[in-house]
């Protein structure tokens, strides 16, 4: 598996907790599925239904062709993260996998994995941590025919965390209390929310947090305030990442196209607007910062 930020190549030693970051990805050599493939999977799985294995009656569906076994594409991904060597001495466990299927996977097409990393966070024995990534495959033209997230435990290289740790963990508690000081310097901010009690949550489809705001200051930084938030910002962790790492601050484009959305008090969010900005480009300056070699 190549990789397009890490400036690692393919083949050398196993990447460690602390060598992961918010944004990183990589991009896997070039790969197709034959129909022996299929056949192979479908002999493990017991999945020999004849559209996978049968041209004459694949011929006969929809497709036209011989299609993969659904989870074919996601076994073959972990195939290709061991062939890369990433985490050949310093996996300890795969911990999930959500997996959606788009489009079918077809033989003799070029096809390709997508990773991005979208957490990166220690866990309390220190001398390990868990590393959450969004994937997609694509074939050739760039079409999306599955995608997913997975989280994987892997070694740390020692138990002093790196310094890139606190702003790989977006949503975190540790993270709102650094984007909170710098909230705190901000006299924009101070002044957008002069008039505001309440408290405003961030959140992806793992944990929230809140802040909670008083005339200009932000009180708490906590998981769950007594009367709740006032409003709540959603964005999964692949679109928090894309958000903090980009190139630019584009928050109400990807708001605009249904990466973010809001629940609760949608009346308060609409004049809270300067305010989210301003939280957005303190966390991706934060980010920025936190990444700096």
Known sequence: MTTSTSGRPPGTASLHL???HLGMSFRSDAWTAGADDLRAFGEVSGDMHPMHHDPEYAASTE??????QGPYGLARYFGTLHDSGMFADTIIGLLDTKWRYSLAVVPDVKMHYSTTVTSVRRTSAGD?????RHIELLDENNRVLQWGTSAALVRARS????????VSHPIGIDWGREL????ASDDRFASSTALFDGSIGLANENTELQLRIYRGRILEVTRRTPTGPTFTLHGSEYAWSNLLTGARNDFVVRT????????????AYLQMTKTMQLIVEAA?????KGLRP
Request: aromatic letters at 10%.
């Open 18 to 20: 602390e060598d992961f």
């Open 284 to 288: 991706r300056e934060m980010t920025s």
């Open 256 to 267: 605009h196209r249904g990466e973010f959305s809001t629940s609760g008090n949608g009346f």
């Open 180 to 183: 909170a000081e710098g909230l």
């Open 159 to 166: 138990t002093e965390p790196a310094s890139s740790e606190l």
């Open 63 to 68: 497709y036209g062709t011989l299609v993969a």
């Open 128 to 132: 390990r941590g868990v590393i959450n």
